[in-house]
């Protein structure tokens, strides 16, 4: 995936020259910040195009373009499969003063729209992470999912939850903090009460944000097989 920064994004790094904290340790950059991740399954490799203008170019199922600084407005935003005009998504975003975002591009291709949700991003406890949880499957029904630290046993549990239903409902894009390690994340389908699907070693750090979501076709095989996306919000 090839980058192209514009006058009005900068690369987005996490120091006190270009954010500040708030009493609550919120994180705070002083215009806004967002970046972008691919996680619909079928579709080709995408350009990215803001305002016009090409931001990011050769984008695979799974890749995100880490955070840019930039300008509150409104953005109209366009993603296409790599080196051509054929635009899947054209939207206009608007992005906010003090807030971070993060927007999916999310569904089967047929269908592919941008998922915006609301970063509020905080420095956890010494020896804690922060974690959300997305459900960015397609075809995968209702379910659970539970991480569960492998040394602790600490654990994080979300129950029925549906395809992008953050969307929805706003509550469901908070992080939650919970003690950093490597955890192991179930995956249940309900009403059964059987694990479906287990992933195993993933590691939050300590003082980190995450969003974990799962991403491909529930059935599928090669790159488009259920599997999960980890993003790191303060690299």
């Not at 003082?207 to 790191?232: D, P, R």
Request: charged share 15%; hydrophobic share 40%.
């Amino acid at each position: 995936m090839k980058k192209i920064f514009l006058l009005f994004w900068l690369p987005l790094l996490f120091s006190a020259s270009l954010f500040s904290c708030k009493d609550n340790g919120e994180t705070t950059p002083p215009g806004t910040a967002f970046f972008l991740i691919n996680a619909s399954p079928d579709a080709p490799n995408i350009d990215v195009f803001t305002n016009g203008t090409a931001s990011a170019t050769n984008m695979a199922f799974g890749q995100d373009t880490g955070y840019f600084l930039s300008s509150p407005s409104v953005y109209n935003l366009k993603i296409a499969q790599t080196g051509t005009t054929n635009y899947l998504i054209d939207a206009n975003l608007t992005f906010k003063a003090g807030i971070y975002y993060s927007v999916f591009a999310i569904d089967s291709v047929s269908k592919i729209k941008a998922a915006v949700a609301e970063d509020v991003l905080f420095v956890p406890a010494a020896d804690s992470a922060r974690v959300r949880f997305f459900q960015f499957s397609p075809n995968t029904p209702y379910l659970s999912a539970k991480f569960k630290n492998t040394v602790t046993g600490d654990s994080l549990f979300y129950s029925g939850r549906t395809f992008n239903d953050q969307s929805n409902n706003s509550t469901l894009a908070g992080f939650k903090q919970i003690k950093s390690g490597t955890y192991n994340l179930s995956i249940t389908l309900l009403p059964d009460t059987i694990v479906y699907k287990t992933f195993t070693g993933i590691q939050f750090l300590s003082g980190k944000n995450y969003t974990v979501y799962l991403k491909g076709f529930n059935g599928a095989t090669s790159i488009q097989q259920l599997s999960l996306g980890v993003v790191e919000h303060n690299k």
